[in-house]
């Protein structure tokens, strides 16, 4: 049986129990695209708060899209405030190669501030063709980012 405080997930054949108690999470969320990025927000703070994880050790900053989220992870990261960090973003394709660049550079950066920084960061940048893809997949994803966030925390604790 399971406490309030753990969750059982699968990750394809891998479960793992979740304990996000006591854990410190930092948000970064993209105001482009903002009512994606705000029902991200909204599924990922409902998940953390399920997992565990209380309001009070939750830090949630705003930028103004997915370009200046690795910096501002950068920033967070520096701080050794966190256990993990948490990426929220919403990138639709447009005509331009603007898509490709904003998705590479974004996800680039915020694999290169978790190396760096040997923090956890659960990247829910979404890359989508078009919003209704977005609107399909924000919930899951919201939800999909504190799960990780806190898996990856567990997982770093057994490993070190």
């Known amino acids: 049986m399971q406490d309030a ?5 699968i990750f394809g054949n891998t479960v793992a ?3 996000g108690e006591n854990l410190r999470i930092g948000i970064v969320q993209a105001r482009f695209n903002a009512a994606l990025t705000d029902r991200l927000a909204q599924a990922c703070l409902v998940e953390l708060e ?4 209380s309001a009070k050790h939750i830090e949630h900053v705003s930028v103004p899209g997915a370009l200046e989220i690795p910096i501002a992870l950068q920033a967070m990261a520096r701080r ?3 256990d ?16 490709e660049l ?6 680039a950066g915020v694999t290169r501030v978790s190396l760096d920084h040997a923090t956890p960061i659960a990247n829910a940048i979404l890359t989508v063709e078009n919003e209704d893809q977005a609107w399909a997949r924000v919930d899951d994803k919201g939800r999909d980012a504190a799960r990780v966030a806190v898996e990856m925390v567990n997982l770093m604790e057994e490993l070190s």
């Open 5 to 9: 405080d753990t969750q059982t997930t």
């Open 17 to 19: 129990e979740l304990v």
């Open 50 to 53: 399920l997992l565990g994880v």
């Open 80 to 82: 050794k405030d966190f």
């Open 84 to 99: 993990a960090l948490i990426a929220l973003g919403c990138i639709i394709r447009g005509e331009t190669y603007h898509f």
């Open 102 to 107: 904003v998705s590479n550079e974004s996800g």
